[in-house]
């Protein structure tokens, strides 16, 4: 764990972080004004799209130091963090999932429904939360 740049992860936890806390206060307004505010559904979808990314960094950040191998997707870097016991294999789908909503608000970002996207604020910010948590855990406490 020498090669880990404890640094670079606590950075990018910190972004994780940040946007969290900007997504709990965009899922704390009620359905109604959310779907009738395009701004507040682009803030949320760019605060999703960033915290997901800074979990990707992570992942490839630990990937590369503790030298698992080398992921040709994002998804195969956060399945070598599984394998690793890094992450949890319960999350194993949940982890999936992120990658493929982060890949369709980039490529495909017309196919991304206001609906889905409050949903997502209301059920899934405690995936990040837990990801989160098992990075800390794993690599900042004693």
């Known amino acids: 764990m020498a090669d880990v740049q404890r640094d670079k992860l606590r950075d990018k936890l910190q972004v994780i972080e940040e946007r969290l806390r ?3 206060d965009l899922a704390a307004r009620s359905r109604e004004v959310f779907l009738a ?22 992942a490839h950040h630990l990937v ?4 698992l191998g080398t992921p040709k997707t994002y998804a ?12 949890p294999e319960q ?6 999932g ?14 991304v429904d206001a609906e889905e996207v409050y949903t ?17 855990k794993r690599f900042f406490t004693t």
């Open 37 to 58: 505010d395009p701004v507040l559904q682009d803030a949320a979808v760019r605060n999703l799209q960033v915290a997901t990314e800074a979990m990707i960094d992570i």
């Open 98 to 111: 992120m990658i493929r909503f982060r890949n369709r608000v980039v490529h495909l970002y017309d196919d």
């Open 120 to 136: 997502l604020l209301q059920e899934r910010l405690t995936d990040f939360e837990r990801f989160h948590a098992a990075i800390a």
């Open 64 to 67: 590369a130091r503790l030298r």
């Open 76 to 87: 195969e870097a956060v399945e070598q963090l599984v394998d690793a016991r890094i992450l």
């Open 91 to 96: 999350d194993r789908d949940v982890l999936h």
């Open 22 to 24: 900007r997504l709990r």
